[in-house]
T-cell receptor, first 107, second 113 residues
């Protein structure tokens, strides 16, 4: 299967700081998604981004499919951004998840 | 847009008891359906996926089974639960064909005692 590596595994930020999360994957994929898992366990879709750049408020993402990586940018972080961020790639109907980045934003 | 329902939200079961978790999808037809398990503080492990009624692919040999009796219904079962079956079970649906986008239900937290 496809290997998905996320970095860093843990991240502590002061409120208002910016951060970049990275996702590397080992093979060509049809799709890449970023999710945020909130404290209740719900996985929230952030971006569907097989290639290119997208922005949604303080969050943006870039996927460079030819180099097999994606970046998630969080600007002006807030305490509500805390949780675990997962990257997932899809190939032939199967999804492969990274192990996540656990983000803690302190007030 | 699609909505994914899972129940129950939480479940405490004794070792050796049976299990049935249900997932239903609204707002789309012919989705690919998935069951994942997440241990505490860990990533998601794909257990089963289905591309159509009666079609089940198993990813990890284990104590669990899955069935898809209807287009938008996916069931996770066990005849006899083990302690190691404890975890957070998530159902997901993917729509859109190749390069499809995946959406998750709220999950079931299972504790086996």
């Amino acid at each position: 299967g496809i290997q998905v590596e996320q970095s860093p595994p843990d991240l502590i930020l002061q409120e208002g700081a910016n951060s970049t999360l990275r996702c590397n994957f080992s093979d060509s994929v049809n799709n890449l998604q970023w999710f945020h898992q909130n404290p209740w366990g719900q996985l929230i879709n952030l971006f569907y981004i097989p290639s290119g750049t997208k922005q949604n408020g303080r969050l943006s993402a870039t996927t460079v499919a030819t180099e097999r990586y994606s970046l998630l940018y969080i600007s002006s972080s807030q305490t509500t951004d805390s949780g675990v961020y997962f990257c997932a790639v899809e190939n032939f109907n199967k999804f492969y998840f990274g192990s996540g980045t656990k983000l803690n934003v302190k007030p | 847009s699609q909505t994914i329902h899972q129940w129950p939200a939480t479940l405490v079961q004794p070792v050796g008891s049976p299990l049935s978790l249900e997932c239903t999808v609204e707002g789309t037809s012919n989705p690919n359906l998935y069951w994942y398990r997440q241990a505490a503080g860990r990533g998601l492990q794909l257990l089963f996926y289905s591309v159509g009624i009666g079609q089940i692919s198993s990813e990890v040999p284990q104590n669990l089974s899955a069935s898809r009796p209807q287009d938008r219904q996916f069931i996770l079962s066990s005849k006899k639960l083990l302690l190691s079956d404890s975890g957070f079970y998530l159902c997901a649906a993917a729509v859109g064909g190749l390069g499809n986008e995946q959406f998750f239900g709220p999950g079931t937290r299972l504790t086996v005692l």
